[in-house]
Each structure stands twice: as structure tokens, then as C-alpha cells.
T-cell receptor, first 113, second 113 residues
């Protein structure tokens, strides 16, 4: 099957607007992760979902960031009242289970003007 | 350790040479390590992983070496090709702990024909 897919691939928005980023994990993968990558930087963990367990939100930088995962599959990352410093590539990854290799999607490139 | 990027380290090699990319990690409790390759405009792609009960693991044209004494990880690429040009990230994880990966800041490899 297909790998992890993300949409949109690019998003340009104005400061103060809300944005929603979508991730479709690999079919059957139970764990899903969101990371943020600023220009020329490494990946910063944001949030992790595993099955029906409570998500690990320890990486979310502020309360403007939230994420949900519906039906144990598709996930949406929402950024409210976007700021220019939110501009980055947002990457999603999924794994078959705990402690296994994470497979990444192509990312959504967000630009906040 | 946590990714704190200022300037991305770079490595430039000639096609056909061997490449060695290094990574230092900070958490002595980390017991699982992964190397990812990220080409421009794409998400990270899994290359090879190693668990802490090993000090060497080989794949196709790649070898990962782990030195737990000095908390150092390296990726060796044999007979480097232009298609190997990318940013390479190491990542660490504590199995049985948080499932998030902690990424290094990356090394940009340029292969000159």
C-alpha cells in the first residue's frame, strides 16, 4: 500500500487565521506522530497518538496547537491564530506499533504571512 | 539530545568515496537509534536502525556504528553516489518510555560528480 500522506502539501495563510493540516497514516498503523521542522533545523516532536490511549501532547508549543485522531486513523493538526513563527514544515509519521520504525509523510509546508 | 540547530553541518565528498556522518547523543538511557535521510522537499526516509545491544549493523552500502561509552553514533556510506546527496538525521529513543524520537540537527551531505 500507500505510504503516509499529508494535505495540503503547501499552505499560505495570513497571521491570525486558523489552519488545519491533515495526515493519513499507513493503513493498519496504530501509532501516529506529528513533528515540526523549521528551516534548516531538525525535527521537533509535537504530539503522539497510540491506539485508544490518551495522546502525548508534551511537545505542543502553545495552546494554539491541538490535534485529534478520529477513528484511530486520520489525524488533523489545528493551529489557531497563526503567528509568523509557526511557519515551518509539519511532518506526520506512523508506526505499526510501539517502539517500531516511524515512517514519514512528505509534510505540509506552512507559511504565515 | 534535543535538536538545537544553529548552522547545519555539511560534508562534501567525491562520487565513489566513502562518507562518514557522525552524531552525538546526550541521553545515556537511549537504547534505540535510527538514521533518516531527507531529500529536499520530502519527508525523512528510514535508512537503518540499531539497538543498544549491538555496536555495528550493516545494510546495503550503509553501516551504522554505535559507541555507547562516548554516546556516539555514525553512519558510513560506501561508494557514495550523487543520489545520496541529502540531509541525514540521527534519532534516539528509549524503548518502553516515551515513544517520541529525539532528532539530532542533521548533516547535509553533498556528493560531487
Amino acid at each position: 500500500g500507500a505510504g503516509v500522506s499529508q494535505s495540503p502539501s503547501n499552505k499560505v495563510t495570513e497571521k491570525g487565521k486558523d489552519v488545519e493540516l491533515r495526515c493519513d497514516p499507513i493503513s493498519g498503523h496504530t501509532a501516529l506522530y506529528w513533528y515540526r521542522q523549521s528551516l534548516g533545523q531538525g525535527l521537533e516532536f509535537l504530539i503522539y497518538f497510540q491506539g485508544n490511549s490518551a495522546p502525548d501532547k508534551s511537545g505542543l508549543p502553545s495552546d494554539r496547537f491541538s490535534a485529534e485522531r478520529t477513528g484511530g486513523s486520520v489525524s488533523t493538526l489545528t493551529i489557531q491564530r497563526t503567528q509568523q513563527e509557526d511557519s515551518a514544515v509539519y511532518l506526520c509519521a506512523s508506526t505499526l506499533g510501539r517502539g517500531l520504525t516511524q515512517y514519514f509523510g512528505p509534510g505540509t509546508r506552512l507559511l504565515v504571512l | 539530545g534535543e535538536s538545537v540547530g544553529l548552522h547545519l553541518p555539511t560534508l562534501s565528498v567525491q562520487e565513489g568515496d566513502n562518507s562518514i556522518i557522525n552524531c552525538a547523543y546526550s541521553n545515556s538511557a537511549s537504547d534505540y537509534f535510527i538514521w533518516y535521510k531527507q531529500e529536499s522537499g520530502k519527508g525523512p526516509q528510514f535508512i537503518i536502525d540499531i539497538r543498544s545491544n549491538m555496536d555495528k549493523r550493516q545494510g546495503q552500502r550503509v553501516t551504522v556504528l554505535l559507541n555507547k561509552t562516548v554516546k556516539h553514533l555514525s553512519l558510513q556510506i560506501a561508494a557514495t553516489q550523487p543520489g545520496d546527496s541529502a540531509v541525514y538525521f540521527c534519532a534516539e529513543n528509549i524503548q518502553g518510555g516515551s515513544e517520541k524520537l529525539v532528532f539530532g540537527k542533521g548533516t547535509k551531505l553533498t556528493v560531487n560528480p
